[in-house]
């Protein structure tokens, strides 16, 4: 289940601090990117209660739908909940909201940059800023001093940085595939290329958390 909502969390004058924003995005958020929201937010809830918002779009959601059974499934498998969600469309007003978009695919790392430009050093395919995660790890990134927020804010030009070194052996490793409308088969392989990039994000921020 996912954890209860702690209080704001404060600065070191005091003072409530905004929660890091992480937005992931799909086709029609109902199937990968629910998935993805769902399960980030259980595990950054652990790390540290309050700090992060999880939320999830789509470049064409069918708006207001629940998530898909299969992948509700595969969300309470690993301890989280798919209750109370509502598909929604993304607009640019949702992502101005984001500090790191997380997509699906390389497709939808376009269509967020195409509505929103600015975010081209804040938008990875989940899967690719994982390896860079991984990058950063390998040349010994340390923990942040004391202001988690200031390090997630600085960490997606971090991660654009090692780009170089986080290169996929083919272009289809970089995408998570889209279930919808198909076989449980493709569920489980959908959920075996997003489930590694959520471990590794979560093992980043629980050693620097």
């Not at 992931?24 to 918002?53: K, Y």
């Not at 790191?100 to 938008?123: C, F, N, P, Y």
């Not at 790890?137 to 997630?152: K, L, N, Q, S, Y």
């Amino acid at each position: 289940m996912l954890l209860p909502k702690a209080s704001e969390p404060e600065t070191s004058d005091g003072s409530p601090s905004v929660p890091i924003r992480i937005l992931t995005v799909c086709t029609g958020n109902i199937c990968r990117s629910p998935v993805a929201e769902r399960l980030l937010q259980t595990g950054l809830n652990q790390v540290q209660p309050g700090a992060f918002e999880v939320r999830s779009a789509g470049t064409r959601a069918m708006a207001g739908d629940p998530i898909q059974p299969l992948s509700q499934d595969i969300i309470t498998s690993y301890g989280g909940t798919p209750d109370g969600f509502a598909a929604r469309q993304l607009t640019p007003e949702i992502l101005r909201q984001a500090d790191l978009v997380l997509a699906m695919s390389a497709q939808h790392r376009g269509e967020v940059i195409h509505l929103d430009a600015s975010l081209l050093k804040r938008t990875f395919t989940i899967r690719e800023f994982a390896r860079m995660l991984e990058a950063l790890e390998d040349r010994g990134i340390p923990a942040p001093a004391g202001d988690t927020a200031a390090f997630w804010r600085d960490l997606p030009a971090r991660a654009a940085a090692v780009r170089h070194l986080a290169q996929a052996a083919e272009p289809a490793d970089n995408d998570v595939v889209d279930p919808y409308r198909r076989g449980p088969e493709i569920y489980r392989q959908m959920e075996d290329e997003l489930s590694p990039a959520i471990r590794t994000i979560l093992r980043f921020a629980r050693q620097r958390g």
